[in-house]
C-alpha cells in the first residue's frame, strides 16, 4: 500500500510538472478573462483616436491615443502596458489619471487580447511593444526623452525590454515580478519551476543595463507579486531611482483618488522629464 501511494503521488508531481511545462502559455496569458470591452475613453469624457498598430511580424494590435488637454503632447506620453488579464477597456481609472498629470496616453492590447489579432506570446508582447514605439516616435511625434513606459504586473517586462532597447525619457513598474520563474518558484515552491520554465520576462537582469530614471511601485500586501520582488527589482536598477510603497492587495492596490500616491508619481515625472517642471498645458486651463 504504501508503494503504491508513492507511485501515485509520483504520478501527481510528474502531472503537474508536465501541465506546467506544456500549458504554462495559458497560466501566463489570460486574454479570456473578461475578454468583453466594457467602456471606452469617451465614457470618462476623454477625447481620444482609436488605433490599428500593425507589428513587424503582421499582428494588428487594437489601442487608443489620449492626448493631453488640448495639446497632445502637453508634457509628455505614456506608453501604457497592461497586466496579463483583461484589456484596455479596463484601464480608463489609468487613463483619467494620466490625462490629470498632464500626460497624453497610448495604451495597446498585446495580440490575443481584446481585439487584437494573433496568439499571445513573450517575444510576441516585445514585438507589440516595439509597434507601439514605432508610432509614439514616427507618428505621433514624440522624441524618446519626453516618452514614459510604465508596465502594469506583466506588463512591467514588456516595458523593461523596451526601455533596454530603446532610451526613454523614464520607466515605471507597477507591481512587477523579477521574472516569470522566480515567481513560478515562489509560487509552486516543490515544482523545479526554473527547469521547466519556457517564459523569461527577465526584468531583474534588464534593469542593470537600463539607464533612464526609474520608479518601483509595488504594495506590501500585493498577495500575488510578493513585495520582494519590488524590492529585488530597485536594488538592481541603476540610479536615478525611486520607490513608491503603495497599499492594497495586487487587484486592488492603485486608488487613483489617493491624492498623496499621485503626488508622487508627479514628482517623479517632474524630475524625469525634460519639459516636467513646467506646468502642463492642461493644468493651466
Wanted: charged share 15%; proline share 6%; aromatic share 10%.
Amino acid at each position: 500500500m504504501l508503494w503504491s501511494a508513492l507511485q501515485i503521488a509520483l504520478l501527481v508531481y510528474l502531472g503537474l510538472a508536465a501541465a506546467i511545462y506544456f500549458k504554462q502559455s495559458s497560466l501566463v496569458f489570460l486574454p479570456e478573462m473578461d475578454r468583453g470591452f466594457r467602456a471606452s475613453p469617451a465614457d470618462i469624457d476623454l477625447p481620444f483616436t482609436s488605433l490599428s498598430l500593425a507589428t513587424a511580424d503582421g499582428e494588428i494590435l487594437d489601442g487608443w491615443f489620449v492626448p493631453a488637454g488640448t495639446t497632445p503632447a502637453a508634457r509628455g506620453l505614456v506608453i501604457f502596458f497592461h497586466g496579463n488579464a483583461g484589456n484596455i477597456s479596463h484601464r480608463l481609472d489609468h487613463l483619467r489619471m494620466f490625462h490629470d498629470l498632464g500626460m497624453a496616453t497610448l495604451i495597446i492590447d498585446y495580440r490575443g487580447y481584446g481585439r487584437s489579432s494573433g496568439t499571445p506570446s513573450e517575444e510576441g508582447s516585445y514585438s507589440d511593444g516595439a509597434a507601439a514605439w514605432r508610432h509614439a516616435t514616427e507618428v505621433l511625434g514624440f522624441t524618446p526623452g519626453r516618452i514614459l513606459l510604465y508596465g502594469e504586473s506583466l506588463g512591467g517586462g514588456v516595458a523593461a525590454q523596451l526601455a533596454e532597447a530603446n532610451r526613454p525619457g523614464a520607466l515605471v513598474l507597477s507591481s512587477t515580478f523579477t521574472s516569470v520563474p522566480d515567481l513560478g518558484a515562489d509560487l509552486y515552491p516543490v515544482l523545479p519551476i526554473r527547469i521547466l520554465a519556457r517564459i523569461g520576462y527577465d526584468t531583474l537582469a534588464r534593469l542593470p543595463q537600463i539607464s533612464c530614471p526609474i520608479l518601483i511601485i509595488h504594495s506590501r500586501n500585493d498577495h500575488v507579486i510578493p513585495f520582494s520582488h519590488g524590492q529585488r527589482l530597485f536594488a538592481a536598477a541603476r540610479p536615478p531611482k525611486q520607490f513608491l510603497e503603495i497599499e492594497g492587495d495586487h487587484n486592488e492596490s492603485f486608488v487613483f483618488d489617493n491624492q498623496q500616491w499621485i503626488k508622487q508619481l508627479d514628482v517623479f515625472l517632474r524630475q524625469a522629464l525634460p519639459e516636467a517642471n513646467q506646468a502642463p498645458a492642461a493644468a493651466t486651463q
